[in-house]
């Protein structure tokens, strides 16, 4: 199997009932499915917090200027279109005053409208029973590291 080092960004996405943005994607090479944060790669030239709001734009359409300067580096080793991908993922943070923000995908590459299958607005209680794979493992840790006031990052992990 292939592996590539590739450097990404994601933003984890708070509405003002503390629900988190996922997105659900198919891989097109295995069919699982994974759920996790919006972002991507960083490109040639970007910071991590650049990379970050323009892949929350792209892939979500929400405003970019939520997310938050302040970072979590994770070593992220995830499986692809056939593909090992490794490398240090930055996680920000974003929040919005409004319940379940609408998210449209008109940013999407076409390669990606194709893979995403869905988006949720989940309760940190509902991270334990989705079906699928959430990516990163210890998603409320890093939840809690960035947003230490997050009334779910006390209790224990689902």
């Not at 979500?60 to 995830?78: Q, Y």
């Not at 056939?82 to 319940?99: D, L, M, N, Q, W």
């Amino acid at each position: 199997m292939k592996t590539t080092y590739r450097p990404a960004a994601r933003v984890l996405c708070l509405d003002s009932a503390h629900r988190l943005l996922l997105l659900r994607w198919r891989d097109p090479v295995d069919g699982a499915r994974l759920w996790e944060p919006p972002g991507g790669g960083v490109e040639p030239g970007e910071t991590p917090l650049v990379a970050a709001r323009r892949e929350l734009a792209e892939e979500t359409g929400l405003d970019p200027a939520a997310v938050l300067d302040r970072s979590v580096p994770i070593r992220r080793d995830v499986r692809w279109k056939g593909e090992r991908h490794i490398g240090t993922e930055s996680f920000f943070v974003a929040h919005y005053a409004e319940e379940r923000p609408s998210v449209v995908r008109t940013g999407l590459l076409p390669e990606e409208r194709s893979t995403l299958e869905t988006h949720a607005w989940i309760a940190w209680a509902e991270l334990g029973v989705l079906r699928d794979r959430v990516e990163p493992p210890r998603l409320l840790a890093v939840l809690g590291t960035l947003a230490p006031d997050c009334p779910w990052c006390a209790g224990p992990q689902p």
